[in-house]
């Protein structure tokens, strides 16, 4: 996943947590928007997409 990626998906992220999406509602589009853009749906992509909210 490169950078600009990175952003968008973080991006997503912080939208469905502003509109209270449940967490795994949020996981489960990003996993999808990783398939859709050709990207593995791996532990650390997931990391990398939701672990600014901590």
């Given at each position: 996943?490169?950078?600009a990626q990175l952003k968008r998906v973080?991006?997503?992220v912080?939208?469905?947590a502003?509109?209270?999406m449940p967490f795994d509602l949020?996981?489960?589009m990003v996993a999808r928007?990783?398939?859709d853009n050709g990207i593995k749906?791996?532990?650390k992509h997931?990391?990398?997409a939701f672990d600014h909210l901590r």
């Open positions: 996943m490169n950078a973080q991006r997503a912080d939208n469905c502003r509109m209270g949020a996981a489960w928007w990783f398939k749906v791996t532990e997931l990391e990398l």
